[in-house]
């Protein structure tokens, strides 16, 4: 029950943060824009070991690229073009988030923690890439655990809580798995359609 409604509440605010921007008739492109600012910010943050001021402002950063979409749906200003952007600006966002723990892991000689925020990296790229040219093969991939929005709140509950490095190996874990699962869909997918796997 409790759970519930903090998910109603969360999706109340959510819903009347996309109503008032839509209403100022903001772009939804500057709100791509505004949200990949907080998140260099952020990335300053973690790299210099503010990992809790970090994870507060990866939230309101996420409050820009949570919106963005929702807002140019309601506001009827869905493009092509601004799908793409989102998308693009997206992939920089996850990557320099890492940056800075990578950063940060390098300026306190901690070599293990280099090698598995590179790890998490591979893994955040390739999540995408998998999905991506799965896409051109197949309608739909969307299988698998680890998205972009799960890898940005374990990055927040890793900053607020001060466990970083467990949230690390989940994201370098669930992040191969994904790819593995989407390997696997597309191949079966793939086979569906063609009657044999495609290959280029």
């Known amino acids: 029950m409790i759970t519930y409604r903090i998910g109603q509440g969360g999706r109340y605010l959510w819903a009347r943060i996309v109503d008032t921007f839509s209403a100022l008739g903001i772009d939804p492109n500057v709100l791509t824009a505004v949200g990949f600012g907080i998140n260099v910010l952020a990335v300053y943050l973690f790299a210099y070991g503010y990992f809790r001021w970090a994870g507060l402002t990866v939230i309101v950063a996420s409050v820009f690229d949570l919106t963005d979409g929702p807002v140019a749906r309601v506001t009827k200003r869905v493009t092509p073009?601004?799908?793409?952007?989102?998308?693009?600006?997206?992939?920089?966002?996850?990557?320099?988030?890492?940056?800075?723990?990578?950063?940060?892991?390098?300026?306190?000689?901690?070599?293990?923690?280099?090698?598995?925020?590179?790890?998490?990296?591979?893994?955040?790229?390739?999540?995408?890439?998998t999905r991506a040219r799965a896409e051109n093969l197949i309608p739909k991939c969307k299988v698998g655990f680890l998205e972009r929005p799960e890898r940005i709140v374990l990055i927040i509950i890793g900053a607020l809580t001060d466990r970083m490095a467990a949230v690390l190996w989940v994201i370098v874990v669930f992040s191969q798995l994904t790819v593995i699962h989407r390997i696997v869909y597309t191949y079966q997918q793939s086979r569906n359609l063609t009657g044999s796997p495609t290959r280029s």
Not at 100 to 128: C, D, E, P
């Open 81 to 129: 073009f601004g799908g793409f952007l989102d998308s693009v600006v997206d992939r920089y966002s996850d990557l320099l988030l890492l940056v800075g723990l990578l950063v940060y892991y390098g300026r306190i000689n901690r070599f293990w923690y280099v090698t598995l925020v590179a790890v998490a990296m591979i893994g955040a790229v390739m999540t995408s890439y």
